[in-house]
């Protein structure tokens, strides 16, 4: 099977604008999960989605948000960008959802001028 | 918050020794992961532990859970230079959800 796959790989974005970032899950896997990686604070997630609704929701401003497709594929977006929200956003499926392993795609490294 | 936190940060070995990194949690788990990263890639799946596991072995790779001290243990044993990484222990987010809540991860580098 085809792994976690991430579009872009890179992206340079000023603050203020916005910008939508893709995940493709494995074949098969209903959820799908978003996490945020900073040297300073680390691994943080950011928000579920299981059969295109949102199930689980980290800690973040509303400018982060996201969605799912019927055919699982999901994005996240993030509006009004900061130079704080420069990052390397990883997504993550997993078949089931339940205490299951996370299958992580490789990244998209977002950086904000 | 960070669930778990890893003890050492930073472990330098040289090829062939054992490695151990340490992790701590909070609360209660159903299950308890470990995963590798290199160098601002993607993670990697580990292995994963139950709650009502002890111990688990994959390969060169060792990991004990001891759930009344809320600690897990990842022992890699003769290290091999492609095994510098960072590791990250990670525990579910909500009970009975497969979403993480990562700690800080250790940093090991294993010298030729």
């Known amino acids: 099977k085809a792994g976690v796959t991430q579009t872009p790989r890179y992206l340079i974005k000023t603050r203020g604008q916005q910008v939508t970032l893709s995940c493709s899950p494995i074949?098969?896997?209903?959820?799908v999960s978003w996490y945020q990686q900073t040297p300073g604070q680390g691994l943080q997630f950011l928000f579920e989605?299981?059969?295109?609704?949102?199930?689980n929701k980290g800690n973040f401003p509303g400018r982060f948000s996201g969605r799912q497709f019927s055919n699982s594929r999901s994005e996240m977006n993030v509006s009004t960008l900061e130079l704080g929200d420069s990052a390397l956003y990883l997504c993550?499926?997993?078949?089931?959802?339940?205490?299951?392993?996370?299958?992580f795609g490789p990244g998209t490294r977002l950086t904000v001028l | 918050s960070q669930q778990g936190e890893e003890d050492p940060q930073a472990l330098s070995i040289q090829e062939g020794e054992n490695a151990t990194m340490n992790c701590s949690y909070k609360t209660s788990i159903n299950n308890l992961q470990w995963y590798r990263q290199n160098s601002g890639r993607g993670l990697v799946h580990l292995i994963l532990?139950?709650?009502?596991?002890r111990e688990k072995h994959s390969g060169r790779l060792r990991v004990t859970l001891d759930t009344s001290k809320k600690s897990s243990s990842l022992l890699i044993t003769a290290s091999r230079a492609a095994d510098t990484a960072s590791y990250f222990c990670?525990?579910?987010?909500?009970?009975?959800?497969?979403?993480?809540?990562f700690g800080k991860g250790t940093m090991l580098l294993v010298s030729p």
């Open positions: 074949s098969g896997h209903r959820s």
């Open positions: 990670a525990t579910p987010t909500v009970k009975g959800y497969s979403t993480l809540t």
């Open positions: 993550a499926s997993s078949s089931s959802g339940i205490d299951n392993e996370q299958f």
């Open positions: 989605y299981f059969s295109e609704t949102q199930r």
């Open positions: 532990i139950r709650s009502n596991e």
